[in-house]
């Protein structure tokens, strides 16, 4: 089993930034694909940013490309998604997720572990 604990949400205004980490316990996760989702008040759970075992492939949404980036250290069994030029519209819970698979998805239902959420709201 896998657990994972999301830190580092929060409130911020528009155009700042943050940084989101995941840390897993439990097993290591470097040969685990990796990824961000994040949902918003009723609406359904969306996928964010995603990242190979090895950090060498990523993917992101379309809306958050060029501003966030996902990165991981496998030797800190921690995942990371830089946040900056935040918008209002990023408010949402944000979920790190993990994968018995070495590559990345952007489907919700192919990832097997889950941590709790972070929020972070971005005010205009």
């Known amino acids: 089993q896998v657990q994972l604990v999301e830190s580092g949400g929060g409130l911020v205004q528009a155009g700042g930034s943050l940084r989101l980490s995941c840390a897993a316990s439990g097993r290591t996760i470097s040969s685990y694909g990796m990824g961000w989702f994040r949902q918003g008040p009723g609406k359904a759970r969306d996928f964010v940013a995603g990242?190979?075992?090895?950090?060498?492939?990523?993917n992101y949404r379309d809306s958050v490309k060029g501003r966030f980036t996902i990165s991981r250290d496998n030797a800190k069994n921690t995942v990371y998604l830089q946040m900056n030029s935040l918008k209002p519209e990023d408010t949402a819970v944000y979920y790190c997720?993990?994968?018995?698979?070495?590559?990345?998805?952007?489907?919700?239902?192919?990832?097997?572990?889950w941590g709790q959420g972070t929020q972070v709201t971005v005010s205009s």
């Open positions: 990242i190979s075992w090895g950090g060498v492939t990523t």
């Open positions: 997720a993990a994968r018995r698979m070495s590559a990345l998805s952007v489907v919700t239902d192919d990832y097997d572990y």
